[in-house]
């Protein structure tokens, strides 16, 4: 049986962002809304305004995979089953909310050290807009509007 979006939404907020408190999982879940819902470049082009598309998006989010570096992921959406704050977040970002402290970011990573770097990815699509927890967010620059 496949899993609803909600299902999917829930369980990916869990394992990308269980330990970050509420506003780290709802920056996360907002990250991936803003993904849906951006009007241009590559996560329009590929997502085409569907939430599985993005989350399906090779590469994108570790817990999507079973396999990471050649070796086996135990940390995936299948792994972590969500509990009911997983869901409210999810319920909250499918509804349309905003994370103001992110603002359109696009992206997100742990670098497990105390300091953003300034831009992310590597193509420098990305600007740091803000640092949550343990993870930092990244707003879209000129450069993604290209890709």
């Known amino acids: 049986m496949a899993y609803s979006e909600r299902e999917l939404l829930a369980r990916l907020i869990k394992c990308e962002a269980g ?3 509420d506003n780290g999982m709802k920056a996360v879940a907002a990250v991936v809304m803003n993904r849906v819902n ?3 470049g590559e996560y329009q082009r590929l997502g085409q305004g569907n939430l599985r598309n993005i ?10 995979t079973s396999v990471l570096g050649g070796n086996f992921n ?7 089953p969500p509990e009911q704050i997983h869901y409210d ?9 905003a994370f103001s402290s992110i ?9 497990f050290q105390l300091v953003c770097p300034v831009t992310f990815p590597r193509n420098g699509s990305g600007s740091i807009i803000n640092k949550i927890n343990l993870h930092c967010f990244y707003i879209p620059t000129a450069a993604y509007w290209r890709t």
């Open 19 to 21: 330990g970050e408190g």
């Open 38 to 40: 951006v009007p241009g």
């Open 55 to 64: 989350l399906n998006q090779r590469g994108q989010f570790d817990c999507m």
């Open 74 to 80: 135990a940390q995936t959406i299948w792994a972590n």
């Open 89 to 97: 977040i999810a319920d909250w970002a499918l509804a349309g909310n």
């Open 103 to 111: 603002g359109e970011a696009l992206w997100y990573f742990n670098p």
